[in-house]
């Protein structure tokens, strides 16, 4: 199994930037991609972006430009520095793991950090 604890949200006016973090631990070494995604207030959880290990990386359009996602593979940490935000990036944001073969298929998600961005 691999456990994952977001951290690094907070309240930030327009125009500022926060870094959120992803701790892995457990299964580590199944782990394949990392993924972040967002919920905000009333709307459907959304993709943000995923890191491939080999260094594949995809964004939402919506956040193409802003965002930037990252890894530290020494520390199990991946991240997502986030720039220019706006009211609507204003979510819970959650990371997930998907681990692959020979280790169990899996996804496994983090407990969410809240971002709030005010206009």
């Known amino acids: 199994q691999v456990q994952l604890v977001e951290s690094g949200g907070g309240s930030v006016q327009a125009g500022g930037s926060l870094r959120l973090s992803c701790a892995a631990s457990?299964?580590?070494?199944?782990?394949?991609?990392m993924h972040w995604y967002r919920q905000g207030p009333g709307k459907e959880r959304e993709f943000v972006s995923t890191?491939?290990?080999?260094?594949?990386?995809i964004y939402a359009d919506s956040v193409k430009g802003r965002f930037t996602t990252s890894q530290d593979k020494a520390s199990n940490t991946a991240y997502l520095q986030m720039n220019s935000l706006k009211p609507e990036d204003t979510a819970m944001y959650y990371c997930?793991?998907?681990?692959?073969?020979?280790?169990?298929?899996?996804?496994?998600w983090g407990q969410g950090t809240q971002v709030t961005v005010s206009s």
């Open positions: 997930k793991s998907t681990t692959r073969a020979p280790c169990e298929v899996q996804n496994y």
């Open positions: 890191i491939v290990s080999g260094g594949l990386i």
């Open positions: 457990g299964r580590t070494d199944c782990i394949y991609k």
